[in-house]
């Protein structure tokens, strides 16, 4: 530890309390994680969530060829946070027949992806069967593709419709071909916050049950973090303590996703935008405090590649995928390129300095042969 506290230079004491835990491999505390968020010393926040970072990934840096499906934006929610939704019948609502998701699932790139990354809003009369076929529907027409679907949102509405339990939901939908579950909709767990930007959708609670029997019927499943609203320091530390301790019970979360509100074409369209410092911060924030995730996520879209790529120096193991055509963010004014191909990827992470490595949806490495590829196991 001798030589690694020399490299590290603070004129935060808070921070050289905080270096020491980390370098020693002792968790933070909820203080310690206010503490971190509050450091004018950017560079020592991120010199150490660098240091763990190294320490659990060493210099490689993950990226997947994916590819976005949302069957619907019709949604009840009406939530203040998203520009993605829309009422039943409203302009602008699409909900694509079960024939039209699975073009779009075989349209794109042509390299082959190993990824469907599918969500949706919530409809109010697509019963449980029209998520099984689609989801059995692309199972039968691209079987080495894995199924990452649904929030635990969804599946409470779905459950909820359909008048079954979480579990069952969950059952139903891995028997249909589910392989694994995305992170979206966490948001921020705090009752406060929810009630403002997200007022109809599951509490956090519910949210974290919904992971945990995911978690226990074998589905790995990612975590967000909506941040740069209304939310606190306090708030952003409570979501991710939550995090942890779910972690620390069922191991199934694999990659921490923190997600920068877009405010544009939402009702909360007068907020400003986050900042790249905020951006960076929360990366290595989150690197710090969630010591049992192994993965943390800076998704290229939502940061813009130029942020992201400068997130794997400070946290960040993994940018995302290929994605080909990305819509939440996109309704929120994003103005990052729709999709990027392996290549653009490839060069963002090398030119950060990382190594990097195709993965699939459970980071295994892919090895690619013109357009098909092999998974390591
Ligand atoms: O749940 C919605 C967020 C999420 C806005 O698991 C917004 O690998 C900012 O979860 N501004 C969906 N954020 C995206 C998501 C995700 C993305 C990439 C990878 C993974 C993964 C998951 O986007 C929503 C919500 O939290 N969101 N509207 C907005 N206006």
């Not at 916050?193 to 049950?209: A, F, M, P, Q």
């Not at 905020?278 to 942020?307: E, S």
């Not at 929120?332 to 195709?358: D, K, N, Y």
Request: hydrophobic share 40%.
């Amino acid at each position: 530890m001798g030589s690694q506290i020399h490299a590290f230079v603070t004129d935060d004491n808070r921070l050289r309390l905080i270096a020491e835990k980390v370098l020693s491999g002792e968790r933070l505390s909820f203080d310690d994680g206010v503490a971190l968020y509050r450091s004018p010393d950017i560079l020592a926040v991120g010199w150490l969530a660098n240091h763990v970072r190294e320490k659990m990934n060493g210099d490689v840096a993950y990226f997947n060829v994916n590819r976005h499906i949302n069957p619907t934006n019709v949604c009840v929610a009406a939530c203040k946070l998203c520009a993605f939704g829309r009422k039943k019948g409203t302009e602008g609502s699409y909900t694509m027949a079960l024939e039209q998701a699975w073009e779009t699932a075989a349209s794109g790139y042509t390299e082959a992806v190993t990824e469907f990354h599918i969500v949706g809003g919530l409809h109010p009369d697509l019963p449980l069967e029209y998520f099984e076929d689609l989801v059995r529907g692309l199972k039968e027409r691209f079987p080495q593709v894995h199924i990452k679907a649904f929030t635990m949102v969804e599946i409470a509405f779905f459950a909820k419709r359909s008048k079954l339990s979480i579990r069952e939901t969950l059952e139903r939908l891995k028997a249909a071909g589910v392989d694994s579950m995305p992170g979206g909709g966490a948001e921020i767990f705090s009752d406060r916050v929810r009630s403002i930007i997200c007022d109809h959708k599951i509490d956090g609670s519910e949210w974290l049950e919904t992971a945990r029997i995911a978690h226990q019927l074998g589905l790995k499943s990612n975590a967000t973090m909506l941040y740069g609203h209304v939310e606190s320091d306090e708030d952003r530390v409570d979501h991710l303590v939550r995090l942890r301790e779910l972690q620390d019970d069922t191991h199934g979360f694999q990659t921490f996703i923190p997600l920068a509100f877009h405010p544009d074409n939402t009702p909360l369209e007068h907020l400003p935008r986050t900042t790249g410092m905020t951006d960076i911060r929360q990366i290595a924030v989150g690197r710090l405090m969630l010591d049992n995730f192994p993965h943390i996520k800076a998704y290229w879209q939502m940061l813009t590649p130029k942020i992201a790529q400068i997130a794997l120096r400070f946290g960040a193991d993994d940018i995302d995928g290929t994605v080909v055509e990305e819509k939440i963010y996109h309704d929120a004014g994003a103005t990052t390129p729709q999709g990027l191909r392996r290549q653009g990827l490839m060069r963002l992470i090398t030119e950060a300095g990382r190594v990097p490595v195709e993965r699939d949806t459970l980071y295994r490495s892919v090895t690619r042969t013109e357009d098909t590829f092999t998974v390591a196991v």
